[in-house]
């Protein structure tokens, strides 16, 4: 049951262009959103979070959107540099849980073309 | 240094033999975490634990595995009687173990098994 959902295996972009890295989730109770990167034979990177009572965070070219509503946030990366190409995985934490379990998307290659 | 610190990076291993994966967290780090990651594919939780609660380990895939933590640091994640389906690489956590904190990983542990 996989909660949380990113389904765009993969991505290219042109440098200097804006990324959009999606994901979807399914469980309500979701209050925290992480962004990590990953480069190969590396383990994952965190990138940047939203909370359930924001709707954008911003962090540099990173910003991360959040719409509770559509259980969906979307990382925005502008503008795409090569050294972003890795893959970008979502994850999430019901705080309300007793355990602090996070959920792992399946993550999203990123190329960008220089 | 100051990150997580995982051991060994790379296992090499017949079928049938037990291995055991090390993970030193980053200091005063109270929640840690195993995860594991298949060629191609997302991170699958294994196990959680968080300060001298008992660990969550609804996520192991079978009674083959097994994990240990000494207080909050060292943790040793077991596999006995390897098959080659454990084929992995096993990427270990930490985090504050409060709300709205990050994970923070290590560089995991390729295990291949013949």
């Known amino acids: 049951d996989q909660q949380v959902k990113q389904n765009s295996p993969s991505l290219s972009v042109q440098e200097g262009r804006i990324s959009i890295l999606n994901c979807d989730y399914t469980?309500?109770?979701?209050?925290?959103f992480l962004w990590y990167k990953k480069y190969p034979a590396e383990g994952p990177t965190f990138l940047i979070s939203?909370?359930?009572?924001?709707d954008k965070n911003e962090d540099g070219r990173f910003t991360v959107f959040l719409n509770k509503s559509a259980k969906h946030l979307s990382l925005h990366i502008v503008p795409s540099q090569p050294g972003d190409s890795a893959v970008y995985f979502c994850?999430?934490?019901?705080?309300?849980?007793?355990?602090?379990?996070?959920?792992f998307g399946t993550g999203t290659s990123l190329t960008v073309i220089p | 240094g100051a990150g997580v610190s995982q051991s060994p990076s790379n296992k090499v291993t017949e079928k049938g033999k037990d291995v055991e994966l090390r993970c030193d967290p980053i200091?005063?780090?109270?929640?840690l975490y195993w995860y594991r990651q298949r060629l191609g594919q997302g991170l699958e939780f294994l196990i959680y634990?968080?300060?001298?609660?008992?660990?969550?380990k609804s996520g192991l895939p079978s009674d083959r595995f097994s994990a240990e933590r000494t207080g909050e640091s060292v943790s040793t994640l077991t596999i006995q009687r390897t098959q080659q389906e454990d084929s992995a690489v096993y990427l270990c956590?930490?985090?504050?173990?409060?709300?709205?904190?990050?994970?923070?990983f290590g560089d995991g542990t390729r295990l291949s098994i013949l």
């Open positions: 469980n309500s109770m979701f209050d925290y």
């Open positions: 994850a999430a934490q019901p705080l309300s849980n007793t355990g602090n379990q996070f959920y």
């Open positions: 956590a930490s985090s504050w173990g409060q709300a709205l904190q990050p994970q923070h």
């Open positions: 939203i909370s359930s009572i924001k």
């Open positions: 200091s005063g780090h109270t929640a």
């Open positions: 634990f968080q300060g001298n609660s008992a660990p969550d």
